[in-house]
């Protein structure tokens, strides 16, 4: 697979903004629609990933956006992933994130593309700020009510405390033969997003994964390795691990639960992407958390952190 080398920075136009249209009937198109029905052009590909991942931009009736397109020629065979592809894992996750309300997960489609079918999800723009457990500027307010806009997200530090406003997830080998302690905020998103990772049963939520964007919106990326019919949630987002589960949570798991029933769309939706059997677990997953109303813990018998954890 050929594809030009450059690769262009992360810091282009955000999922939330598209240009702006010429006529009324253009400013219905959604940007999963743009992602679907516009024609993909690659500009670059990004090197350091595990499989083929191309940077390109989407462009339909005066309609153009930067994304990433996944094709499924790329990818590299899973021995515990026997069925279905990355790329139809990926648009699942979408679904489910979609069927949360929270939003989560980047617009993305499955579509033919250059190299052949794959994944297409729009780019979205990262926004930095400095920020950290011993910094003032937007931190958390540290019962996982509130959002850090710019702040980070994950960070290391001194001790065997958090300090107010963080999570601790567990202990880092930093080099010398130094540990430090790993934590992430106490944010909403943040909360959102592990639950999220615990219905999909994500087995690789990394630190890079964490894309935080313009105007507080937090997304997340990279959802081949889920829906695993076996448990496999490996994340660094432990820090709720056995609380109990916010309210508003629990109403959402429920009306998700409505949602996968048989013979409801969502279910015939996720029927083209993940097989029957994964399809039944993620129902169980789901009724697993309703019953016991708390995070999940990790099961003890793998490790819980996906390595490199970033």
């Not at 500027?137 to 959002?147: F, N, W």
Request: charged letters at 25%; glycine letters at 12%.
């Amino acid at each position: 697979m050929s594809a030009p080398e450059r690769i262009p920075p992360r810091s282009l136009t955000p999922p939330t903004r598209l240009p702006t249209p010429s006529t009324e009937a253009s400013r219905l198109l959604s940007p999963a629609e743009l992602l679907a029905l516009g024609e993909l052009t690659v500009r670059g590909r990004v090197r350091e990933a595990s499989n083929a991942v191309l940077y390109c931009t989407v462009e339909y009736e005066g309609h153009s956006a930067p994304c990433v397109y996944k094709p499924v020629a790329g990818e590299r065979p899973l021995w515990d992933f026997p069925d279905g592809t990355l790329a139809q894992r990926e648009v699942a996750a979408y679904e489910i994130s979609e069927a949360t309300g929270w939003g989560l997960v980047p617009p993305t489609v499955l579509r033919d593309g250059p190299y052949g079918q794959g994944m297409c999800q729009l780019w979205v723009e990262v926004e930095t700020a400095d920020g950290g457990p011993d910094g003032a500027d937007g931190g958390p307010d540290g019962d996982g009510s509130e959002e850090t806009g710019g702040a980070e997200l994950l960070a290391l530090v001194e001790g065997d405390e958090p300090g107010p406003g963080w999570k601790a997830v567990g202990y880092a080998e930093v080099g010398e033969g130094r540990t430090a302690l790993l934590v992430h905020a106490d944010d909403v998103r943040l909360r959102r997003l592990a639950v999220l990772d615990a219905v999909i049963n994500n087995g690789d939520r990394k630190g890079g994964h964490l894309l935080p964007a313009a105007g507080g919106r937090l997304y997340a990326i990279d959802h081949g390795v889920t829906f695993n019919a076996d448990d496999k949630l490996r994340t660094l987002l432990w820090g709720w691990a056995g609380e109990p589960l916010p309210e508003d949570v629990l109403e959402v798991l429920r009306r998700l639960a409505g949602e996968l029933a048989d013979g409801g769309p969502l279910s015939a939706r996720l029927a083209e992407l993940i097989t029957g059997a994964e399809i039944e677990a993620l129902r169980a997953r789901v009724a697993a958390l309703l019953r016991t109303g708390r995070h999940p813990e990790p099961s003890g018998q793998w490790p819980a952190i996906p390595w490199p954890p970033v």
